[in-house]
């Protein structure tokens, strides 16, 4: 066994399979219709990190446990739930597309050089960029090999598509660090590419899954989109206004690292020609930008206010598209996801 798999320091590996560990004790949190699901859903990927050599698996099994929150997975359930009878394929595509999730966040934390997640060393931290990043790709690759194991290829499809998403709008927002000449739009197509697109993949899949009909597919579809968007542009301001024993990860990466989310572009569009003529000097020389300078441009908690203000517009939205679904529990539960994201958006001050 690799020396640096010994070190894990990890907790023991009952969590992976825990459903407390992976979705929060609030009373007010939405998937405890899906929950005994969720733990089916850890169990399979625990599983899969025994399908990688033993000199792998160790890695696997920690970046699983430091992992989120299983919210798509927990999409993909509901949603089938939904529209029939939740089934083992439910589990299966729950699962795939948590580990692109998982490897996604791998490659996040090398690139913004974040340290703590779910108050645990990121793999970055602890094992280096160069090992982790080849942990992500092992993780992307297992996912798309189990998405082609489904009879229909279009699954498959879909899941390399949204895999390939997240990855281009990470790459356009790499491209577009520390550059004011970003537009409102161009960021929502950014957002809409790294954190929607999961969030839309898992919506459509679960009512695939529950063979609805393609109109139905498609609106769940928008609806997790719709959802997805507003979590990233949330995640955008928790960055600026949150605390890291809160939100259990490392903040305060966008600023550093130059990306100019929707509280900052609102920031930014309300300054003076001199202001912006001094904040465009420091993006020259990419020097990092800090709360201090940004909050003697304009009104900063009010540029704030307007990001959140868009964000429940969305989740508004995203309701509305769950009108055609007969009324069940998990219509109920749909529509409590958005009633949580809502107050999410309501304390984030």
């Known amino acids: 066994m690799n020396p640096q798999?010994?070190?894990?320091?990890?907790?023991?590996?009952?969590?992976?399979?825990?459903?407390?560990?992976q979705v929060p004790k609030d009373p007010g949190f939405p998937f405890e219709l899906a929950s005994e699901h969720l733990v089916k859903v850890d169990e399979f990927i625990s599983d899969q990190a025994k399908t990688f050599d033993p000199n792998v698996e160790g890695y696997v099994n920690y970046v699983c446990e430091i992992g989120g929150k299983r919210i798509r997975p927990a999409l993909a359930?509901?949603?089938?739930g939904s529209l029939g009878e939740i089934n083992d394929n439910h589990i299966k595509i729950g699962a795939i597309i948590e580990l692109v999730?998982?490897?996604?966040l791998i490659h996040d934390d090398i690139?913004?050089?974040?340290?703590?997640?779910?108050e645990m060393p990121t793999a970055s931290a602890k094992w280096g960029p160069s090992l982790s990043v080849l942990l992500g790709d092992c993780l992307f690759a297992r996912a798309l090999e189990l998405a082609s194991t489904f009879d229909?290829?279009?699954?498959?499809?879909?899941?390399?598509?949204?895999?390939?998403?997240?990855?281009?709008?990470?790459?356009?927002?790499?491209q577009r660090r520390f550059d004011l000449t970003l537009t409102k739009e161009e960021y929502f197509n950014i957002i809409e590419?790294?954190?929607?697109?999961?969030?839309?993949?898992?919506?459509?899949?679960?009512a695939k899954l529950s063979d609805a009909p393609d109109n139905i597919q498609d609106?769940?579809?928008?609806?997790?989109?719709?959802?997805?968007?507003?979590?990233?542009?949330?995640?955008?301001?928790?960055?600026?206004?949150?605390?890291?024993i809160n939100a259990g990860k490392t903040l305060g990466t966008d600023l550093e690292k130059g990306k100019l989310t929707l509280p900052l572009l609102n920031l930014i569009s309300s300054g003076t020609d001199t202001q912006k003529?001094?904040?465009?000097e420091m993006i020259l020389l990419k020097e990092p930008i800090d709360t201090n300078v940004l909050a003697g441009i304009a009104d900063y908690d009010g540029a704030i206010e307007r990001a959140l203000i868009t964000g429940k517009s969305l989740i508004k939205d995203s309701r509305d598209l769950l009108n055609p679904l007969d009324d069940s529990p998990y219509k109920t539960a749909l529509i409590q996801i958005t009633n949580y994201l809502e107050k999410l958006f309501s304390d984030c001050h």
């Open 193 to 206: 590419l790294k954190t929607g697109a999961l969030f839309a993949v898992a919506s459509k899949l679960g």
């Open 101 to 104: 999730h998982l490897a996604t």
């Open 152 to 174: 229909d290829p279009s699954i498959c499809r879909a899941v390399a598509d949204a895999a390939s998403a997240v990855c281009q709008g990470e790459i356009i927002q790499t």
């Open 219 to 244: 609106q769940l579809r928008e609806f997790g989109l719709k959802i997805g968007t507003a979590y990233q542009i949330y995640d955008d301001c928790i960055d600026l206004v949150g605390q890291e």
């Open 77 to 80: 359930i509901i949603t089938g």
């Open 5 to 21: 798999v010994n070190n894990l320091n990890t907790t023991s590996q009952t969590s992976l399979t825990t459903n407390n560990d």
């Open 277 to 280: 003529a001094k904040l465009n």
């Open 111 to 118: 690139m913004d050089e974040a340290t703590i997640r779910r």
